[in-house]
Nanobody, 124 residues
Framework: QVQLVESGGGLVQAGGSLRLSCAASGSLFSINAMGWCRQAPGKQRELVATITRGGSTYYADSFKGRFTISRDNANNTVHLQINTLKPEDTAVYYC??????????????????WGQGTQVTVSS
């Protein structure tokens, strides 16, 4: 089992920045990819970015530029830096982990474990 706990969300004004963190624990030896997804009100959950154990990163097209994913294997944490926040970034952001050993995990339903989510609200 793998447990994921997100933190760092909150209310921020447009133009600001946030750094989300995900603390992972449990049977982490089996986990390769970590990712961040988000779900806005009334919308489907979507992938923001993913990072492999080796540190290779992939960003969904809509999230290139303002979003940065990073991973600290020594401390079992994954971060998502979001800059120049916009009201449309308002969503619940989820940390996720996947067993998949090859390539990037780009499909939401391919993730095996999920955190409880952290709310990000951007005011205009």
């Amino acid at each position: 089992q793998v447990q994921l706990v997100e933190s760092g969300g909150g209310l921020v004004q447009a133009g600001g920045s946030l750094r989300l963190s995900c603390a992972a624990s449990g049977s982490l030896f089996s986990i390769n990819a970590m990712g961040w997804c988000r779900q806005a009100p009334g919308k489907q959950r979507e992938l923001v970015a993913t990072i492999t154990r080796g540190g290779s990163t992939y960003y969904a097209d809509s999230f290139k530029g303002r979003f940065t994913i990073s991973r600290d294997n020594a401390n079992n944490t994954v971060h998502l830096q979001i800059n120049t926040l916009k009201p449309e970034d308002t969503a619940v952001y989820y940390c996720a982990a996947a067993f998949q050993m090859k390539g990037f995990v780009t499909r939401v339903y391919d993730y095996d474990y999920w955190g409880q989510g952290t709310q990000v609200t951007v005011s205009s």
